[in-house]
């Protein structure tokens, strides 16, 4: 480790990773440091991570960025959830929503009285106990006092990028244009500078690899090792293609699951962005390209394009001196919208743990652990919605639903089986009710509901659960249309 005071930041990639990071470190703790953002406009950006989920609010109130103007900059649309369609059969679908469903007692979730309902045949779809579901399926919305929804946001990550840079330029962040050619290391291994197609060197105390599935720091000088995660997540490749809007865009995110993979389709005010992920070994790049055209609406307004991924994350993602943020760290597929979040907790962590006077050992661990943690929730998360399913009509399917599972997974599963019971562990980003959701949507039922559900009589417990379903339904009656809230709230600025 060094002890060398840090001055000097190189980002390295640009961007949502390397201006978020950008605009994060230089308006919230960069006052004594240079920072500089190196990209070259010859390499492209994925970029087709639209969706998010709420924990995108954390940063953006930090920045104190201006949601209307940010809504309206990078032509978003409001996201209450994403609706899961053939995944537990085909032509069966169920929204994961964010929010809360029905109301917990201090010992049981509300899953617990939902059960036992079920069982007096007194219960409603899980569902309707929950104000953001119900208003995603009748297309409504609005921004309410208190965090009356909770919600997130579709996004045009091309803009969303300018949008960051603007504001990481305007807190002294400096761009540099140009490719990286050769990276120079310290005798110790730390990384001394890069050196770019015009020869030009630029130096650094501390480099942040955001050079997505290229590596260029973390992995092609540093020789980070990656931890992949294909066994359990199948799919390796990707095809995205954008296309004009031909209806208003609703509030959520699609998630239609193909015969070797899944589609997205994701709705923004001035058009919609599609992409079909799915296993190569069924499937050929050809037959998803046509999957994928066969299935979107409206006109396609860009060449499809094949992306080709390795689901896992580094060992380390703090090597040295050098930090991998984005897809250089680590890939989740997109089912559940993780990437920018997981950008976000990188950055907060760094903030938290900035090494102003030097890298220390006991920051780099502590880093590596919380990153690796999160990494390893969501991706038991995602692989629950492939391993939890009836379909058998296709080899890819079958694979999913006979495949090992990682034992915390399985842990998971058992318990919510045979006792209901969930518990949320700390760095864990998906609540109960999104375990809740999401287990119950793939038709895993509990065996048995917490015994206190029967401190309440049939009568009480019917009532309970009607008060809560039509508050529910008197709370959605007064949202107006996602269309007309955008509309009034944010209309996108012209291209």
């Not at 104190?64 to 309206?72: D, P």
């Not at 305007?170 to 140009?178: D, F, L, N």
Request: proline share 3%; net charge negative; charged share 20%.
């Amino acid at each position: 480790m060094t002890s060398k005071k840090i001055k000097k930041v190189v980002i390295v990639g640009g961007g949502t990773a390397g201006w978020m990071t950008a605009a994060s470190l230089a308006k919230l703790i960069g006052k004594n440091l240079d920072i500089t953002l190196i990209e070259s406009d010859e390499i492209g950006t994925i970029g087709v991570g639209e969706a998010t989920i709420p924990t995108m609010m954390t940063l953006h109130q930090l920045l104190k960025i201006n949601e209307q103007e940010f809504m309206a900059e990078v032509h978003a649309t409001f996201k209450l959830g994403i609706s899961f369609e053939n995944w537990k059969d085909v032509n069966h679908d169920y929204i994961h929503s964010f929010g809360f469903t029905g109301q917990d007692c201090w010992a049981a979730g509300f899953q617990h009285f939902w059960l036992k309902g079920k069982e007096r045949g007194i219960s409603q779809e899980f569902g309707d106990y929950c104000v953001e579901l119900q208003a995603a399926k009748a297309n409504k919305f609005a921004v309410l006092p208190n965090n009356g929804l909770n919600y997130a946001y579709h996004i045009d990550a091309g803009r969303y990028a300018k949008f960051l840079r603007r504001l990481a330029e305007r807190h002294s962040t400096k761009r540099v244009e140009g490719k990286i050619t050769v990276v120079n290391q310290h005798d110790n291994g730390d990384i001394k500078s890069v050196v770019l197609g015009s020869g030009k060197i630029v130096e650094g105390d501390l480099f942040i690899d955001c050079s997505g599935f290229a590596g260029l720091l973390i992995e092609k000088t540093l020789n980070t090792e990656f931890e992949d995660w294909s066994q359990w997540l199948p799919c390796d490749s990707a095809v995205a293609v954008q296309t004009q809007s031909v209806s208003e865009p609703i509030p959520y995110t699609r998630a239609i699951a193909r015969e070797a993979g899944w589609q997205w389709r994701i709705p923004l005010q001035s058009r919609v962005g599609n992409g079909l992920v799915f296993c190569s070994q069924y499937l050929s790049d050809e037959e998803a390209m046509q999957t994928l055209l066969d299935n979107v609406e409206g006109k396609v307004l860009t060449e499809p394009r094949v992306i080709k991924f390795r689901t896992g994350q580094r060992k380390q993602h703090w090597n040295r001196n050098c930090i991998a943020l984005g897809l250089a760290g680590g890939f989740v597929e997109p089912l559940e919208s993780t990437s920018i979040h997981l950008i976000q907790r990188g950055i907060i962590r760094l903030m938290q743990m900035f090494p102003f006077d030097g890298v220390v050992e006991p920051d780099v661990q502590e880093f590596n652990t919380q990153m690796k943690d999160e990494f390893y929730f969501i991706r038991d998360f995602i692989v629950m919605h492939y391993h939890l399913t009836n379909r058998t009509d296709t080899d890819f399917w079958r694979h999913c639903k006979t495949m090992a599972i990682p034992e915390s997974l399985q842990h998971r599963l058992d318990l919510f089986k045979k006792t209901g019971r969930i518990f949320q562990q700390s760095g864990d980003v998906f609540a109960e009710n999104s375990w809740s959701q999401v287990m119950l949507g793939q038709g895993l039922i509990p065996e048995h509901y917490h015994p206190i559900v029967d401190m309440m009589s049939d009568d009480e417990l019917e009532r309970f659960l009607k008060n809560i379903s039509m508050s529910v339904q008197q709370s959605v009656s007064k949202l107006p249309s996602h269309q007309q809230f955008l509309s009034h709230y944010c209309s996108a600025k012209p291209i």
